[in-house]
């Protein structure tokens, strides 16, 4: 009994994770265009075009990558600990 309830809690901390992973995708939507529409407005009121625009789309996707393999790895590593507590014998 205590193993099913270890397990269905295990199973949805796990679907949480990937729940969180899913949703940098939307992230980095979102910041892509912020990022850009800053951007645009530093350049057309700079007249630098299309300067500030590329580079901090650039930085956008820099970082929101380096942030979603970041949580990927820390959420692998998590995933991994629970199966092998899970398997270990008692």
């Known amino acids: 009994m205590a193993k099913t309830r270890g397990k269905k809690k295990t199973d949805a ?8 992973m899913s949703a940098w ?3 980095i939507v979102v910041s892509s265009f912020v990022f850009l ?10 007249n630098t075009e299309p300067a ?14 380096a942030r979603m393999y ?9 995933m991994r600990d629970d199966r092998h507590h899970a398997h270990a014998p008692e």
Do not use: Q, Y
Not at 37 to 46: A, Q, Y
Not at 70 to 78: A, C, E, N, S
């Open 25 to 27: 995708s939307f992230t």
């Open 52 to 65: 500030f625009m590329l580079g901090l789309f650039v930085l956008a996707i820099t970082l929101c990558i």
């Open 70 to 78: 970041d949580d990927f790895v820390k959420t692998r590593d998590h």
């Open 37 to 46: 529409f800053v951007g645009r407005w530093i350049d057309v009121k700079f």
């Open 13 to 20: 901390k796990n679907l949480n994770h990937i729940i969180m």
